[in-house]
């Protein structure tokens, strides 16, 4: 019954999900004509019946229905409960004990039943299995710091710091090939604006994941009484998360540059505000490269690696950089002691003061080498935007995502990528696509963006 039902729709790699806090069936005409195509609904035993109605006519109009569960319950009988509701599974959003998903499966009475699990960055499993989907409840909301003078506020690289999960989502996209749910939510007590809300589903976006849209309660029940400001708003939010969907070949890009990060989990990877963060914000292309994965076709195309997982390396792994010093290219090694891994908890987000100290100083020695060396591409004007530069698996086209968090729009933004290109497209929400001029300088290859509002990509061949 389940897997015929799934057959209707979409694959589980490209369901789009937000949560639902409604099932009044008039809700789900929101969903025309956006790319949401998964609802998340809290299930209660109370209200079955009417999240059963609900997701049946979701289903109707090519619509998958979750039911979601919270550590606390007797997820055994919830789950016979859900799966007797007909919904398209369930996702467990907490951190459960081990082996729950494989009872859910079983009370579900359905070996293929999907289920979902959004867990603690520290307990994802990351390269592990074949689930379709990985996800974790924990993340900063980006955007800009602002301090309560109402001035930016400095992070460790000397510009305005941008708080962003785009760092942690190229860690674990390095470990597999994954579909990422990113599902924190937003501030509580604050009414978020509309145009937070693009840049939070862009921050997510331009690292290869998809955040699970959480609207606000005040968001939420405007928009579900049809408050005429709040639909243009939905509208937008659509527009947006249209902008990244209608281009599913983007996530099939590898990350582009000559720079690489072999960093592991215990070493921070899976922490916001760290190494890779602080070279975002600096515009500079890399590629983090988990020690498991580490191989001379991962370092492939890298002048410069760093390596921060000295004592975690084996002699295979340390003989892969011998081979690539020995081809001429550079490995900057953090030195012994940096990290203190007691610190590094499972429930962190973020790094601590200690922490962020210690590997900003690897960020300065890798700034050092760096100088004003392009690794890939440089980009001007850009301080209060975030980049990610991808390359298509063949190599013939480059991909530039742009994010900008400031709140107003930025103008003359210029990109200088290495190598010979000949065309530039650029890509916009408002889906006006147009050609760039591409121009030569000492570097390669120059382009010019007239002006970026929330977010933009530029494509070159």
Avoid at 75 to 103: C, M, S, W
Avoid at 191 to 197: D, F, M, Q
Wanted: glycine letters at 10%; proline letters at 5%; charged letters at 25%.
């Amino acid at each position: 019954m389940f897997l015929a039902l799934l057959l209707t729709l979409a694959a589980p790699a490209d369901w789009v999900p937000a949560r639902w806090k409604s099932t009044e069936l008039p809700t789900l005409e929101l969903t025309a004509g956006t790319p949401v195509n998964c609802l998340l609904l809290d299930w209660t035993s109370e209200a079955s019946e009417k999240i059963a109605t609900f997701a049946a006519k979701a289903n109707e109009k090519g619509i998958v229905s979750l039911a979601v569960l919270r550590p606390g319950g007797d997820t055994a009988k919830q789950a016979r409960e859900i799966f007797l509701a007909k919904l398209n599974g369930v996702v467990l959003e907490g951190d459960f004990p081990e082996g729950t998903a494989g009872r859910v499966r079983d009370a579900m009475a359905d070996s293929k039943s999907l289920v979902v699990e959004i867990t603690s960055r520290g307990r994802m499993k990351l390269g592990e299995g074949t689930a379709p989907i990985i996800g974790t409840y924990q993340g900063v909301w980006p955007g800009i710091q602002v301090q309560e003078d109402g001035h930016s506020k400095a992070g460790p690289t000397g510009g305005a710091w941008i708080d962003t999960n785009s760092g942690f989502i190229r860690s674990v996209r390095s470990y597999g090939e994954a579909a990422i749910w990113l599902g924190n939510l937003p501030p509580p007590g604050e009414a978020v604006t509309s145009e937070r809300y693009l840049q939070v589903l862009s921050d997510a976006a331009i690292a290869g994941a998809r955040w699970i849209l959480a609207l606000d309660d005040g968001f939420s029940a405007r928009l579900y009484s049809r408050d005429p400001k709040t639909l243009e708003a939905w509208k937008d939010i659509a527009r947006h998360l249209k902008f990244y969907e209608q281009h599913p070949e983007w996530r099939s890009f590898k990350p582009h540059g000559k720079l690489a990060i072999v960093q592991d989990t215990s070493s921070g990877a899976l922490l916001s505000g760290g190494i890779l963060d602080m070279i975002a914000v600096k515009h500079t292309p890399v590629r983090p490269v988990p020690p498991q994965r580490l191989s001379p076709e991962a370092l492939k195309g890298a002048s410069l690696a760093v390596n921060l997982d000295i004592d975690a390396l084996d002699a295979r792994q340390k003989e892969v950089l011998r081979d690539f010093t020995r081809a001429g290219n550079t490995v900057l090694t953090a030195p012994k002691g940096w990290k203190d891994k007691s610190s590094i908890g499972a429930g962190a987000v973020s790094l601590e003061k200690a922490e962020l100290e210690r590997i900003y100083e690897v960020f300065k020695e890798v700034s050092g080498l760096i100088g004003r060396n392009n690794l890939g591409a440089r980009l001007f004007n850009v301080s209060t935007m975030l980049s990610n530069l991808m390359s298509s698996a063949d190599g013939k086209q480059v991909l530039a995502h742009l994010v900008n968090y400031s709140g107003f729009p930025v103008e003359n933004v210029s990109v200088h990528f290495l190598g010979d290109f000949k065309r530039a497209r650029l890509f916009t929400p408002d889906g006006r696509e147009r050609d760039l001029e591409v121009y030569k300088h000492e570097e390669g290859t120059g382009v010019d963006i007239d002006l970026v509002s929330v977010c933009a990509s530029l494509r070159l061949e």
